[in-house]
């Protein structure tokens, strides 16, 4: 098999500490981009799709039992190729696969009916995030609901940064959209901010972002997502 991932030959990541190691160094650049740690919860919104109000940040460690299976099915679909005829029969496996399954299984709850990558990532992903929605408290899942409800709310995140065409931001303004994104504190200063119009400003920004206050300069809360 060739033009393989790393991932379609890891059938376990209990197996294979490189993908977690693969993992923890995605985290630690994410951590090193917004200037300060990830909380789990963070962490988990970061490594689902756009589509579920992540950052694409796929995690090997996760993904590599379904990776795997699906390299398996892709293989046996050729075995008559590959595989000598007196190993194939109805209950061939190969070295890891069972594994493998039983991996994937205990991640889903229940055995994948589909063994294609694309129908169990969408599995996991799916069990991801009903998960971490229930363990957000209610500012949180409105927010996660509402970076996660079309494709068009992360646009931003897909556009190409050229400044001739106003797509480029700072530094700070990144950062800080990433951080309301992720529903990461903001404002981690001791002893906290005071707002203008004496208003002591919360850890998340909401006050800065949706109070209208005549001292603050306009456009400030335009990166809100």
Not at 76 to 101: K, N, Y
Not at 136 to 158: C, H, M, P, Y
Request: charged share 15%; net charge negative.
């Amino acid at each position: 098999m060739q033009n393989q991932s790393p991932t379609q030959n890891c059938s376990s990541r209990k197996s294979h500490p490189p993908l977690l190691d693969f993992d923890n160094n995605m985290r630690s650049v994410l951590s090193t981009l917004t200037h300060g740690p990830i909380p789990d919860q963070a962490w988990s919104q970061a490594t689902l799709p756009f589509s579920y109000g992540g950052l694409g940040l796929r995690s090997a460690s996760r993904f590599a039992s379904a990776a795997f299976i699906s390299s398996c099915h892709s293989t046996r679909l050729l075995s008559p190729e590959t595989i000598p005829s007196s190993l194939l029969t109805q209950d061939f496996t190969f070295p890891g696969e069972v594994t493998a399954l039983d991996l994937l299984t205990d991640l889903l709850g229940e055995q994948p009916d589909q063994p294609s990558q694309i129908a169990c990532q969408r599995l996991l992903d799916q069990q991801q995030f009903n998960h971490l929605k229930s363990q957000l408290d209610i500012r949180n899942q409105v927010r996660f609901l509402a970076v996660s409800g079309s494709l068009e709310t992360s646009s931003w995140l897909k556009a190409v940064p050229l400044s001739s065409m106003g797509l480029a931001m700072l530094g700070h303004e990144y950062n800080t959209s990433i951080r309301l994104w992720l529903g990461i504190p903001t404002i981690t200063m001791s002893p906290p901010l005071v707002c203008p119009c004496s208003a002591t400003m919360d850890q998340f920004g909401d006050h800065a972002c949706t109070y209208v206050c005549h001292e603050v300069p306009t456009g400030y809360n335009d990166i809100m997502p």
